[in-house]
């Protein structure tokens, strides 16, 4: 005797096809674009968002575990050798707080140059399909070089960051001289790292406006690298504000 | 940017793009499957080697010669370190699931197709540094794959302590870059890129497997990161992240106030979660192994699910339980060993749901299902020798011994490793065309699983026995000396299971080009994968893409016209 | 293959647990007042997950061979599982590991919360590639000053740990090769290591705990019995590490006191 479960209802895919089985694309808004030959930008952009987002949170554990490191080491009493007692040699650093400030500023003006930047290839990418019609002209040209800004005052801060380094060093505070200065280079270093990773790609960017590929292709790449440009100056305030406030 | 949304507009020409940068996730797969295969012989011959050297510690080898003890030492270390990193964390994540996770949930490739191949070619120079330590000045380092600090630390606290050690840590860190871009690539395909209708509690368990220890992955590797710049720095420039004030050999060394713990304490963070990595994905092939070959749905699919989540959420509370010895604070101790505990209980809901799905079903024993069995078996073994190491009072006469060694190599060195041969034999239709042998099969898992019980599980003995880890000979110490015959006992037992592994190699290689044609679904199996030609075409589906109307696991469905049903079938077709 | 799957299966399960019963290779006579507790609790455990594990080795070899496919005799019952079952067995996983995990916990308490006695023999242990050194305060009970400058393993015991020869307090305190400890009175332990982490471990006074550099640690056992007891160290600490090895020898007190004596003489 046959017992049927009630059957599963699916929605019909919008075809028109109907019931389930093997059909035409029908999934990701639109995916490889067998159909019309031409790439799905809306869902590369959601789809290298989302990877960005992981991605970061990746980043996040390394800061994460070097914050771990820093808080309970200087809380963390060592053995002095001579007395045979735990005492706490922890030494604050003497940062250069006027440079760091500068330095700041540039990348905050650097994250607002790299979002116009990001706005500003929005709203070309959106307007490409009316500028495809032959005849019609939106008069806009090239635009402000936003990019270019982004990429002068993020090297300006990596510049500035070389400078505070020269600066701990002359105030007696290199790498190996205490583990609150070990810290201080390691968490600006590593932040330094990645976002010199942030340059290349912006690099990356405006290199490959040059080559005309489609505006909504270059639109997906700039949008995804102005998230990780503003990341990248959320995480350097945390830092500044660690090695600030948790001296 | 590159996706799979541009790559499979059409399949890559010439031999290069094909085959050595290829941007297919399945060539990739192989990739790292083959770069596994060379990494795990070369462990298993390291090991071998400290095996024959524990009981003839004077012995002159051939090709070898004489084996020193810092020279066992560094055998210790990289057989260690390339096992862990280059088989159990390559194969069955970057492996298989590289291989299988887009058509399992029907997509055409990954998400970032440049992406994987980046990271596959990253591990193999990471691979390619760690095998330079053998060849330096001091040769590899010996501090064991775990590297505590101050040893690891130090240049001169032995042998192999210097270029060989940084280049160890400089091939990890390398390795944790591939292993999060891998990361990255697995969770934005599973979130993004399932077909119509694979919602995520129709995934096969394979799929959320590969996902979660994505996770594992991704939250876990920069952790190990961090802990080698640390230890890097420590080494050359002077800092002291983990190295206190020492003395080595009557010099004072140049650092100050650094925490020995620290690295204990970043280390296990990362390598307690990097066991589940290795073990997941093999829980995974084994779920979807019993109910294939029981024509059973698996049972409680629901709490497999919710398992492979608490094992990963738990992994990462309980590291401490690495340190119980280390002179961390008692306190913290007995928190650790309750989260300890706890783990236990969804490793033990997943064994109980193994045996249910075999229970009333119909069981066909091809080799796929002998390793999934035996994956079962061992599993259960290495398992509940785990909560005696949970106690901390248990792991004071435990700790660093070889009960220790047993209980992590039954559940990495062999279950793991089932859960790749079951993989392989499993899914070698369906990537090659061909079946591979089965008598040579059965032949294979017969000595494998005796075998490497004669191995492992004496081992459980000897730690009772306070025999110690990392020794490289027992012949300083007189209450050692009644355990040299086990000892004994287990090197042959070594040499026997590591040569039988021939027999899989000569199978592998010989089906690829002369095994019977395979069908495209031999298995009568239910996921999307056996949909699909044999081998998949270069974008998965040939041109269409799948809707998904049914769970992964519909065996046996009362009133359906076959005794499974695939996710594919129409909605019509009876199932839950 | 149902039948010769399950025959692997108990064969390996019965050989398995065979050794674990006849307890052939088995943990070293215990000689600690730890011995009776902590060998209880590893009886409680092994029992226990032996239990467990013969249960599940055996339903796994039982149920591939009962439900092997034996064509169209065999039935299969298509279920999706039982939620009952699971929230049973769960549960009695969950209270059968906690339970046992705070069963233990009373002995860890006592050996590692609470201090050492106030009468218990102070002795340091200091590691270091690759041997174990011993100190003991003498009768001003107090450890005297040690000298990373001064520290020369070539040179003596003394000289091996830095012992600093102008500190009044030093001039009592022996440093030797062994150690010596009189019966049933609890030893205070502090644990020290020179160069890299290493760790005391005394199979048959079911003690053990690392050394770290940078670290004092201080632990405590007491040993009930007179004999002579080996120490291991159970760290990986460099290419001597398997044979780091010490001797510990229990002795009465009037034993204790005597070769304490004699070495506190050997120094005038």
Known sequence: MATLSS?????VPKTGQGGGGVRPPAYGGGGDGRGDGSPDYGARLRRLRLGLAIGLTSVTMIFVSLTSAYVVR????????????????????????TLLLVNTALLL?????????????????????????????????KGFPWLGVTVVLGGGFLVGQWMAWRELADRGFYLATSASSSFVYLLTATHAVHLAGGILVLLYAAMVSLLHTPVEARRVVVDVTAWYWHFMFLLWLYIFGLLWFVR | MATSATIHAHAPQGFIRKYIFSLDHKVIGLQYYFLALVAVFVGMFLSILMRVHMIWPTAVLPLVGEIKPETYLSLLTMHGTIMVFFVLTTAPQGGFGNYFLPIQIGAPDMAFPVLNMLSFWTTFVAFVVILAAFFVTGGAPLHGWTGYAPLSALTNSGPGEQLGADLWITSIAIFCIASLMGALNFITTTLDMRAKGMTMMRLPLTVWAWFVTAILGLLAFGVLLSAGILLLLDRNLGTSFYVPLVVVNGQIMGHKGGSPLLWQHLFWFFGHPEVYIAILPGMGVASQLLSTFSRKPIFGYKAMVYAIMAIGLLGFMVWGHHMFMSGMSPYTAFAFSLMTMAIGVPSAI???????????????????????????????????SGPFLAQPVLDIPLHDTAFVVGHFHLIMGVAAIFGMFAGTYYWFPKMFGRMMNETWGRIHFVITLIGTYCIFMPMHYLGMAGQPRRYSQFTELAYLQHLIPLNTF???AAIVTVSAQLIFVLNLFWSMFKGPKATDNPWEATTLEWTTATPPPHDNFGGHTPVVNHGPYEYSVPGAPRDYVMQTDPATVASH | MGLPLLAIIWLITFVSTYFFVAQTWWLPHGASTSTPWIDHQFALTYVLMGIVFVAAQGALGLFVWQYRDRGSASKVTYSHGNTRMEVVWTALTAILFIGLNLMGSPIWASERFAPADADSVPVEVTGMQFAWY?????????FGRTDVKLMDPSAGSEAAIGLDATDPAAKDDVVTGTMYLPVNRQVNLTLRAVDVIHSFFVPQMRFKQDAVPGLIIHMHFTP??????????????GLGHYKMHGMLKVVSQEDFDKWLATKEAEKQ
């Open chain 2, 350 to 384: 997943k064994t109980f749901n193994w045996l249910g799905t075999i229970h009333g079903g119909r069981v066909r024993f091809q080799t796929p299902m002998l390793y999934a069995i035996g994956f079962v078996s061992l599993f259960v073994s290495g398992g509940l």
């Open chain 1, 7 to 11: 059957p599963v209802t699916i929605d």
């Open chain 1, 74 to 97: 200087r809380g963390l009493p060592t053995l002095d050798e001579r007395t045979n007692t735990y005492v706490r040699d922890w030494i604050p650093v003497d940062l250069p707080i």
């Open chain 3, 224 to 237: 009930t019995e007179v004999g002579d007891y080996e120490i291991a160290c159970a760290e990986l600490c």
């Open chain 3, 134 to 142: 011993f100190r003991y305060p003498g009768a001003d009970g107090k």
């Open chain 2, 490 to 492: 287990i090197t042959y």
């Open chain 1, 109 to 141: 003006v650097s994250s607002i140059a790299a979002e116009l930047a990001r706005r500003q290839i929005t709203r070309q990418a959106a307007l490409a399909p009316i500028r495809s019609i032959p005849g019609i002209s939106l008069g806009e040209g």
